[in-house]
């Protein structure tokens, strides 16, 4: 069989990395014939935890895992590592400003940005799961000068399922039916979901569902709001379907989009649809060998366009701020 591929996980310990290390070890990221060997980073304090976790792993006799590998010192961890999955990340915590949420997760993403750039695989490809993940993927592209800036994407996957299901259920159609959606933006309250350029069946979504309100009304906020709504019901947040998402998108990148089908994926910004560069903004992207490229030419009705940019300014802001903090 092949030499396996290194993945790296952080935040190995907590409850994402709970369902989603067991779906990379079974063989669900590359496939049946591809061995990985994982590495794990967590912080020390952590570290017991995770030896209970990699007891579980064992305990699953995945023929696909060729091996696993803790630790808390990222220099060690990341060393030859192809795919990295950072998911670890600062909350916010009670009585926590804005700055200093930026400041904890910028301490994490330099370091592990820094880290990347001089021990990681020279293919490696990196994405932020964490929390601002958008900008926390900008501190660690930033403190990653010899690894190119379009190895660095965060995740929005999980807000385009979450789009691409309410779509499907409005529609009462399956969820196979439902393609081309895209998340605009920042994964924050922000984001734009662009029912416009969906399509069920292949028909342009919105003339389908054909209710502008329902789309301002509900499906909008319903699709921006639902980390909170999940948090509300489950008393704690998503955390199957976060792992589920960050894994399709690792595997998207990897082995490609279907034909006429794009992915949601945000990735370094490089003035596509007006966006100037800077910033890690989500688009619409399709997957070939192993690089994305931006959508090009989609139609942006004027609701579409106010929208984009309100996340996009909210991106810049963070920038902004992270700049200042001497973060990038
Ligand atoms: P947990 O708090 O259960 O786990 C996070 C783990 O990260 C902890 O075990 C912690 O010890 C570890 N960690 C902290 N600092 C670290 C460091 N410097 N190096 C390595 N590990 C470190 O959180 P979980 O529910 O697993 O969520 C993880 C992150 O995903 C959070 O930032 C969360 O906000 C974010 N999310 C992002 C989503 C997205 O769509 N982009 C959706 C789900 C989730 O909310």
Redesign the pocket.
Known sequence: SPAPVKVAV????????YSLLFRIASGELLGPDQPVELRL???T??LK?LEGVVMELDDCAYTTLAGVEIGDD?NKVFDGVNLAML?????RSKGMERSDLLEANGA?FT??GKALNDHAADDVKVLV???P?NTNALIAKSNAPDIPATRFN??????HNRAKAQLAAKAGVAVSEVTNVTIWGN?SATQYPDAFNARIGGKPAAELINDQAWIENDFLPTVQKR?AAIIEARG????AS?AN?TLEHMRTWVGGTADGDWASMAVPTDGSYGIAEGVISSYPCTVKDGEYSIVQDLELNDFSRAKIDASVAELREEQEAVTSLGLI
């Open positions: 952080t935040g190995a310990a907590g409850q994402i990395c980073l967590e912080i304090p952590a935890a990222a998911v670890g990340a600062r909350p994490i370091a592990q799961t964490g929390n993940a965060a995740l929005t996957r999980l807000d994964h980390g704690a947040s998503s955390a976060a998402a």
